[in-house]
């Protein structure tokens, strides 16, 4: 069992150009979840889909679009990067979004914008 | 929006206990959750409280007053493994997780 996988594990790119990070869950979780993770500041939400076929903004979705069109993907696009997209970016996913409702960590995608 | 505020690090002896207290505002609150993060590696799920009172599993404790806008995770008979970065995180009442910047706990022998 997988649980949560995310592609690229790390990647240097140069500003101005454009980037997908992958994230895939083969547990059949509704709920999906886009975090970026930078020194002092914590997580903090990006993008979610409650379910396939919907989707909401975070506390910092400017520069960042996604998209769910099934259960399982869940792709996050820096349409075009800059240096302060410089982070960690995890992935997760829950069963649902109320109640007892952990979510699951993906191993996260370590990306540098120059 | 959620204002979450946890010591960003706390040290303690191998066996000891150690307490991270976590104060929250919240516009509206559906749940508080713990996560350990090792260096390098993916939050985990310790534990969830959404009632007043204190959850316990194992050596882990998790305890939450609503009123006050608090909480704390208790680490019991601290092993060098649990030195790691312990998240606190509310939900809101459109179920999204706001986390605090996280309490690095380093457990010296």
């Known amino acids: 069992i997988a649980g949560i996988t995310q592609a690229p594990t790390s990647q240097i790119l140069a500003a101005g150009r454009r980037m997908t990070l992958r994230c895939t869950q ?51 696009t820096l349409a075009s990067a800059v240096p302060s997209q410089t982070s960690v970016y995890f992935c997760a996913s829950s069963p649902g979004t109320g109640g007892y409702n952990e979510q699951f960590f993906g191993p996260g995608t370590r990306l540098t914008v120059l | 929006g959620q204002n979450i505020d946890q010591p960003t690090e706390m040290t303690a002896t191998e066996g000891a206990i150690v307490q991270i207290n976590c104060t929250y505002q919240t516009s509206g609150f559906n749940g508080l959750f713990w996560y350990q993060q090792h260096a390098g590696e993916a939050p985990t799920f310790l534990s969830y409280n959404v009632l007043d009172g204190l959850e316990e599993k194992g050596r882990f404790s998790s305890f939450l007053s609503r009123s006050k806008g608090y909480s704390y995770l208790l680490l019991k008979e601290l092993q060098m493994k649990d030195s790691a970065s312990y998240l ?17 706990v380093t457990v010296r022998a």
């Not at chain 1, 547990?27 to 020194?39: E, F, G, K, T, V």
């Open chain 2, 88 to 104: 606190c995180a509310v939900r809101d009442r459109d179920y999204k997780l706001s986390f605090g910047a996280g309490t690095t």
């Open chain 1, 26 to 76: 083969d547990m059949r979780h509704n709920a999906m979840y886009w975090y970026r993770q930078d020194l002092g500041l914590g997580l903090r939400l990006i993008h979610y889909s409650n379910t396939a076929g919907t989707t909401g903004k975070g506390e910092v979705p400017d520069g960042y679009s996604v998209s769910r069109a099934n259960t399982d993907d869940f792709p996050l």
